[in-house]
Every structure is written in C-alpha cells, then in structure tokens.
C-alpha cells in the first residue's frame, strides 16, 4: 500500500492555494465544499474563483507567492501554477515549515494525494492508484457510479438519525451490528426515496424474529478469488471468524470483514477446537479449506454446513 487512507476533517482549517488558474479552481471548489478557509495567492484568478471570493468563500491575497506568505498555522498548502520552479519553491518552503504540501500533477512533491471521488451524501467512496494509472481509476469510478443506489445519502442520514433509538432498542453493539446488516440488505430500504418509507422499513426489521444462533460456512478458496460467489462475499463479510490453513491465499481472507478475527489453523485437531469455541460464543464462522481437502472430519465439527466452492 502506497499511500494511506485518510478522510481529512478540514472544516474551519486553514489552507494556503498558491495559484489562480484552472487547476487552482477544481482544488479550492473541493476545499471550499469541505469546508476550509482557503487563501489564495495570485496576482490575477479566474472568474470562477473572483466569484467565490466575492461570496466570502476563500480569501485573495493579490500578488506573487513569497516564502513569508506561508504562515505555520497552515494545515495544507496546494502549489497549483504552471510554473515547476515556483511549484517546488513552495514545496521547499512548506517542508521547512512542516506544512503538508500538494505540488498537483507532480507525485515526488506530493506529501498527500486526492482519490477519485464517488459521492453520496454523507457516503464518499475514494479510489486511487497512487497516480500510476488516472484513466483506469476514472473507469472503476464510473462501474460504481453506475452500481451504488443514488440514495446512498438518504440511508445514511437516517441511520445517523437512528443512533439513538437503536441504542435504546437494541444495548449491545453485536446486535445492533446484526440489526444494520439486515435493514440495509431489505429490499425496500434500497429502492426508498423518502425518510418515511425507511421508516417503514425500519420497524418491520425491528419487529422481525432474530435467529442469532451462530453457523459455519465452508469455502474451498482456489487460487482465483474472481471466481467466489456473490453469496459466499456476503456470508464473508458478516463472519466473526475466519478460519483458514497456511495455503490459503491472502487474497481470500483480505476479503473478509476488517474486524473479523483471523485465525491460521495447522491441525484438524486446532480447527476442530475453535469451532467448538465458536459454537459456544453463538459466533458466525468461515472456513477456508482446500478445493481437494478432505471435508469428513472437518463437518463433524459443525452442526450447520454450507460449501461454496469457488472453482
């Protein structure tokens, strides 16, 4: 992993943007939705930009960059003209100053890059390649484009707005866990266009009988994670615990939930124990076994049984 992740909270922040033209505007549009307090310097900007200034949403120092103008209490600084020598000038002066700096369309002197951006509402997808591959990210953006509900946004808020309730409703995070991951798999919960008809939704799913027993799943892992099934994703996803053989690819337990516990087995007899551990805790488990491997023993240790085979 090249760069980490990280959704920055800039709201109120204050961010220096050396640059007036083109490229200066898709910069401080997005800052200015985030809400920082963004400066700009520039001896001229572009209309766009004299706009938003002219609404007090970013301030304009007229003039040209000098090092004196990029002040510590800056959190970002963005050097956006078309001039490489000034772009690393600022670069200089921002890292002796300890200020994260962005020099766009120039990687090396980039502490932080900006993703691709899905968004929706409350719900922001970001997509990146590090910046080795622009067109690619742009295609991956669209074929999610194109899949996510437009009304990520709505569900998202609503559940925001349920926090509370939920709480009261349902005292362990286990259960509310469970409780949000069959609302969102409702049916009408996706195809919903207003806050009442979630609501709707939400107390039918809340009135619904729960089966929390917990269950195994067997998934033979292959060597083409591509060739899972959607299904086998999904039971993947709400596992609490991953069991799989030092031959397992890492591809096929990445793809589990993040804060599922992992655990390598080396013996039928340590699988056949955590299963037991599991089963007592009501826990939902995956196993990832070998396409050849021998299922007699490993499904004696089960009382629920379900093979996904992935090729």
């Known amino acids: 992993m090249q760069y980490f992740p990280l959704f920055l909270d800039?709201?109120?922040?204050?961010?220096?943007?050396?640059?007036?033209?083109?490229?200066?505007?898709?910069?401080?549009?997005?800052?200015?939705?985030?809400?920082?307090?963004?400066?700009i310097i520039s001896p001229q900007v572009e209309p766009y930009l004299m706009a938003l200034i002219n609404d007090a949403h970013c301030q304009w120092v007229q003039g040209f960059y000098s090092a004196d103008l990029l002040e510590p209490h800056y959190v970002q600084v963005w050097a956006t003209t078309d001039n490489p020598s000034l772009n690393h000038q600022v670069h200089h002066d921002a890292k002796r100053?300890?200020?994260?700096?962005?020099?766009?369309?120039?990687?090396?002197?980039?502490?932080?890059?900006?993703?691709?951006?899905?968004?929706?509402?409350?719900?922001?997808?970001?997509?990146?390649?590090?910046?080795?591959?622009?067109?690619?990210i742009r295609n991956?953006?669209?074929?999610?484009?194109?899949?996510?509900?437009?009304?990520?946004?709505?569900?998202a808020d609503f559940a925001a707005s349920k926090r509370n309730d939920i709480k009261q409703k349902l005292p362990s995070v286990d259960a509310r866990r469970?409780?949000?991951?069959?609302?969102?798999?409702?049916?009408d919960v996706e195809r919903a266009q207003a806050n009442s008809e979630l609501e709707t939704a939400?107390?039918?799913?809340?009135?619904?009988?729960?089966?929390?027993?917990?269950?195994v799943t067997w998934i033979e892992y292959g060597v083409d994670v591509e060739l899972l099934t959607l299904k086998a994703l999904r039971l993947m996803q709400q596992a609490e615990v991953v069991l799989y053989d030092h031959s397992c690819?890492?591809?096929?337990v990445d793809l589990v939930r993040r804060d599922a516990e992992r655990i390598e087995y080396t013996s039928e007899a340590q699988l056949s124990g955590a299963l037991e551990s599991a089963k007592a805790e009501q826990l939902r488990v995956v196993v990832f076994i070998a396409p050849t491997a021998s299922r007699v023993t490993f499904i004696q240790a089960s009382d629920s049984v379900l093979t996904l085979g992935s090729a």
């Open 140 to 155: 991956v953006r669209e074929k999610l484009e194109s899949i996510l509900p437009q009304n990520l946004g709505l569900q």
């Open 202 to 215: 939400y107390q039918q799913v809340l009135a619904m009988d729960v089966d929390d027993k917990g269950s």
């Open 178 to 187: 469970k409780f949000w991951e069959r609302f969102f798999a409702f049916v």
């Open 97 to 136: 100053k300890r200020i994260l700096v962005n020099v766009v369309d120039d990687q090396p002197f980039c502490d932080f890059i900006t993703p691709s951006i899905v968004n929706r509402g409350r719900i922001q997808l970001a997509i990146s390649s590090g910046g080795a591959a622009p067109v690619l």
């Open 249 to 252: 690819p890492f591809g096929f």
């Open 10 to 39: 800039l709201k109120n922040k204050p961010v220096l943007v050396v640059g007036g033209g083109e490229v200066a505007c898709r910069k401080v549009d997005s800052l200015v939705r985030a809400g920082a307090a963004v400066t």
